[in-house]
């Protein structure tokens, strides 16, 4: 078995020669951003941060990705903020993909390197920066903290993928498992970023169709994706946007292991204050 890799953009842009055809798809129900449109003239620069370039990969729009953003941040040499977030009420997860990211959360200094994780809950105090010399990327997803009733917000942690035991799914013998990094019944947590392992040859044996919203990008290998009515070729480095209720299973290709992180939420009512009449 080969060792987890995580994938990071490279940024750069096409030669004039290359085809204009690709795999990128936006629809109703899902989105493709493969690796290949995660170029240079994409970026977003952010307020408040020093030496730092970003792709947003998912942002809330009405009738699409609802619930969070997504972002691959890219941190040059001595880049990062002292205030990253500026909405009240937010929360994170920081999942380091590529560098070194120094991380100082309520008054406590951590240092992630690839496969790094943090959760980050709303009205924390926290920085980021890189104090290397070379480029620190990772992912930053975004959610507002839904309160609920006799609930506080869920405590902050810092950990890292390796650190973690994976779950088998039953009955897959282990050809399919989640390394979960928060309890799901844990009613604090009203969203969750794991990481999800596929063996090469293994499947998501039906098509889930459910109320969670998905955003999933793939760390490694490849797989052939099911995404409502359509079968979708993918590999690492894409990032793929579910709408709640797509149909969505997939096969995984060889000869590494399909590995994704992947954001949900979970543990709330929906909001029937929302509903159009």
Known sequence: MTPPTYHSPTGGLPPQSQLLTGRAHFTD???????GTMRDIVTSF????KNTRLWILARPLSGFAETFSQYIMEL???GGSDTPEPEKGAQGVLFVTEGELALTLNGSAHTLTPGGYAYIPPGANWSVWNRSAGKTLFHW?????EPAADLTPPDPFVTREQDVEPDPMPDTGGAWATTRFVDPCDMR???CV?????KPGAVIPFAET????HGLYILQGKAVYRLNQDWVEVEAGDFLWLRAFCP???YAGGPDDFRYLLYKDINRHPRLSLART
């Open 46 to 49: 952010l307020p408040g941060w």
């Open 189 to 191: 947590h009203d969203m």
């Open 29 to 35: 129900a899902y989105a493709v951003l493969p690796r």
């Open 210 to 213: 459910h109320v969670m919203e």
């Open 141 to 145: 997803i975004r959610k507002m903290w």
């Open 76 to 78: 040059a040499p001595d």
């Open 194 to 198: 794991n990481i999800v392992t596929l």
């Open 248 to 250: 969505q299973a997939c």
